[in-house]
Nanobody, 118 residues
Framework: QVQLVESGGGLVQPGGSLRLSCAAS????????MSWYRQAPGKERELVAA???????NYADSVKGRFTISRDNARNTVYLQMNSLKPEDTAVYYC????????????WGQGTQVTVSS
């Protein structure tokens, strides 16, 4: 089973930047479908960004132009670069991995808190 370890959350002022990292176990990382979700207090978990093994990406409308998802297959790591952060970006951010034949399996990271506040 794939395991994920996230890092990089914290407190940042509005307009600031953070980079989240998610390291995955497993020998087939290059074909895993990786994504970032977030969950704010009292709200449902929502997709932020996703990236295929080939590097194709998609983003939530609310973060387009501000966030960038990328991956380093040599390091088994996916990143979320977050720029121009807003208070409404405050949430717990989760890394998710879909893997296996037809992506039948999924696993989640433990979550990392991002707080945007002055």
């Amino acid at each position: 089973q794939v395991q994920l370890v996230e890092s990089g959350g914290g407190l940042v002022q509005p307009g600031g930047s953070l980079r989240l990292s998610c390291a995955a176990s497993g020998s087939a990382f290059s074909i895993y479908y990786m994504s970032w979700y977030r969950q704010a207090p009292g709200k449902e978990r929502e997709l932020v960004a996703a990236i295929t093994g080939g590097g194709n990406t998609n983003y939530a409308d609310s973060v387009k132009g501000r966030f960038t998802i990328s991956r380093d297959n040599a390091r088994n790591t996916v990143y979320l670069q977050m720029n121009s952060l807003k208070p409404e970006d405050t949430a717990v951010y989760y890394c998710k991995c879909d893997y296996g034949l037809a992506y039948r399996f999924e696993t989640w990271g433990q979550g990392t808190q991002v707080t945007v506040s002055s």
